[in-house]
């Protein structure tokens, strides 16, 4: 066994470990909830007024506001994931197929809470000049995925072994090759010391694994996240002659994001100095703040058919990350666990543009259909850190911002509404479909269908929706030069309640 020198870690680049594409595209993706009114006409609001979640939707329509109105909308959520793996491993009694497996994991949080003040003019053209403060929550990220699975091509090792391969120990990065290495999942290839200098003779880079990928082993992953992501509006909107809708939103985004990554491997049918199971254990939590400005336009051109325009500027978000791994070695009669420094990052992230028009169109006085078309270009996301270079003298992020151009594409998202109006009582269903951001996943595709109910009683009302939201995905456990993705099936329930008053 190796004998633990004394050495300073050597901190790589942090943005191999956490900041990537991908944190670009979890920060930049939105799936509206808000009040139960915009929730259950799948936020097709981009002509409408009426509702506090237009505001982060199309600010014009809150120049339709005549009434001072407090909204709330406390939110209930069940998430739940389905992994699959179709590889197929022949044993000695037959073939073994992995089942798939599901999980769930439920919650709760605040979907809106808002405050709509109307103010009259002496002016016969320019009526009313409007105020709204708020919140709008924006996204969810309750994850939990389950992978138990057998291998006979790879190992989480095989991972391992590259970041360190070509590295002496001083030189190995502080978060997968020393860990791994300090915890005897590799080795070097020749691990001889030199007792009376307690140094390794064959320091050269030139590493093994203590696992042999082409045997049998089992793999056991379990990836959990949580955390939201909510906006503070404040807006402001006006009205001409009553057709002619104009308005303004600053919003200040923030998130919170926890994310805990559990790999374990066991069963080996071959391994060396006779390593028994290994663990790995990632951690990662951010935070952020940002800051974007959405402007938009509504005009009326009848008494039944409005259209609207808005356009969303890039989120620019400051967000600190901690991140921390482990490893553990687990062998007959002991084990050895490395930890790996927790390790503080700041970076800025700057998302893409957001356009959306809208259209709808009251029919007989009670039923309304609504339609907004959106679109985002997911490739323009940007990862920056100001005054700070690689050693080399290159980007930080110079590599994620290369793959987030050439792998990211144009999103383009529908929405429809449909409600029906019983006075005091509304009905209410919707739909949408957003595309896949990722040109080599075109056929990922996530759909949205709600429904929901309100009694509207002049001075208060009372809205309630559901919304189904389906999704398909892949899921890499570690790098795909060693492993495919597994599919996954996501299936989320939403309800959300909104109370109002208005005087």
């Not at 290495?181 to 050269?204: K, R």
């Not at 994310?259 to 066991?266: K, M, S, V």
Request: proline residues 2%; glycine residues 6%.
């Amino acid at each position: 066994m190796k004998q633990k020198l004394l050495i300073l870690a050597l901190l790589i680049s942090f943005s191999a470990q956490a900041q990537n594409e991908l944190d670009a595209f979890r920060y930049s993706n939105n799936s509206m909830f808000g009040t139960a009114r915009s929730t259950a006409l799948s936020g097709a609001m981009g002509s409408l007024g009426g509702d506090f979640s237009i505001l982060s939707y199309n600010p014009a329509g809150l120049g339709m506001y005549q009434f001072t109105e407090i909204t709330f909308s406390p939110s209930f959520s069940l998430n739940n994931t389905t992994s699959y793996n179709n590889k197929v491993i022949l044993l000695d009694n037959g073939v073994q197929y992995t089942d798939k497996f599901d999980q769930d994991i439920s919650g709760g949080t605040i979907g809106n809470f808002g405050y709509i003040s109307s103010n009259t003019r002496d002016d016969d053209d320019w009526k009313r000049l409007n105020f709204g403060i708020g919140y709008n929550q924006l996204a969810n990220y309750d994850k939990n995925i389950y992978i138990n699975s057998l291998n006979n091509t790879s190992s989480l090792a095989d991972n391992f072994l590259s970041f360190a391969q070509g590295n002496t120990i001083n030189q190995l990065d502080a978060f997968f090759g020393e860990p791994a290495f300090w915890s005897y999942v590799i080795d070097l290839e020749n691990n001889a010391v030199d007792t009376s200098t307690n140094e390794y003779l064959f320091d050269n880079g030139n590493y093994i694994s203590l696992v042999n990928s082409n045997s049998i082993k089992r793999q056991t992953h379990q990836f959990n996240s949580s955390g939201n992501m909510g906006e503070l509006v404040f807006s402001v909107a006006t009205s001409f002659q009553e057709k002619i809708y104009l308005g303004a939103t600053i919003g200040v985004p923030t998130f919170e994001y926890s994310e805990i990554i559990n790999h374990r491997e066991d069963n080996f049918s071959d391994t060396i100095q006779g390593l028994e199971s290994f663990e790995f254990l990632q951690n990662l939590y951010a935070k952020g703040e940002g800051i974007n400005l959405k402007i938009g336009g509504i005009i009326r051109v009848n008494d039944n058919i409005k259209i609207g325009a808005s356009l969303h500027t890039p989120t620019v978000f400051t967000i600190q990350e901690e991140f921390r791994t482990v490893v553990q070695g687990n062998f007959a009669d002991t084990s050895f666990t490395e930890y790996s420094p927790m390790n503080y990052f700041e970076y800025e992230l700057t998302t893409p543009l957001k356009a959306i028009a809208s259209i709808s169109a009251n029919i007989n006085d009670n039923i309304l259909v609504c339609a907004d078309y959106e679109l985002i270009d997911y490739s323009t996301s940007n990862l920056n850190v100001d005054n700070f270079r690689n050693e080399d003298g290159s980007e930080i992020f110079a590599v994620e911002n290369n793959i987030i151009e050439y792998s990211y594409q144009k999103s383009e998202n529908i929405r429809i509404g449909l409600e029906y109006k019983m006075n005091p009582f509304t009905l209410r269903t919707g739909y949408s479909r957003s595309s896949s951001a990722l040109v080599e996943s075109e056929d990922l595709l996530s759909e949205n269908y709600s429904f929901g109910a309100g009694i509207d009683f002049g001075s208060y009302y009372f809205d309630l929706a559901y919304v189904l939201s389906q999704a398909n995905d892949n899921y890499q456990m570690y790098s795909k030069q060693f492993i495919d993705s597994n599919d996954l099936a996501y299936t989320n329930h939403n309800v959300v309640i909104t109370l109002g008053l208005r005087y």
